[in-house]
């Protein structure tokens, strides 16, 4: 069993940056590829980032493409998204989650998820 803890979201304006942080509960975490994804009000969760087990691969909605990036530190445990350039339309809460499954952008494939934290872009 994976526990995942976000972090670090919280109320900005429009342009600014903020800095999502994911810690697992345990050290298999490094193991699984790891995804961010985010539901606005009203609307159906969708995928943000993922990043591959080591690290070395990552993929992006084209939304958040050139403006956020997603890395992970294996000594820490955590997977962290960085969001520079933030939009009023990136309200969302943000969960993080893990898969075994190779670079999947389907939630239905992450088996363990995050509470979810909450980012709020005013214009």
């Known amino acids: 069993q994976v526990q995942l803890i976000e972090s670090g979201g919280g109320l900005v304006q429009a342009g600014d940056s903020l800095r999502l942080s994911c810690v697992a509960s345990?050290?298999?975490?490094?193991?699984?590829?790891a995804g961010w994804f985010r539901q606005a009000p009203g609307k159906e969760r969708e995928f943000v980032a993922v990043?591959?087990?080591?690290?070395?691969?990552?993929d992006y909605a084209d939304s958040v493409k050139g403006r956020f990036t997603i890395s992970r530190d294996h000594a820490k445990n955590t997977v962290y998204l960085q969001m520079n350039s933030l939009k009023p339309e990136d309200t969302a809460v943000y969960y993080c989650?893990?898969?075994?499954?190779?670079?999947?952008?389907?939630?239905?494939?992450?088996?363990?998820w995050g509470q979810g934290t909450q980012v709020t872009v005013s214009s």
């Open positions: 345990v050290r298999t975490f490094s193991n699984y590829d």
């Open positions: 990043i591959n087990w080591s690290g070395r691969t990552s």
């Open positions: 989650a893990a898969t075994n499954q190779d670079m999947s952008t389907d939630q239905n494939e992450y088996r363990f």
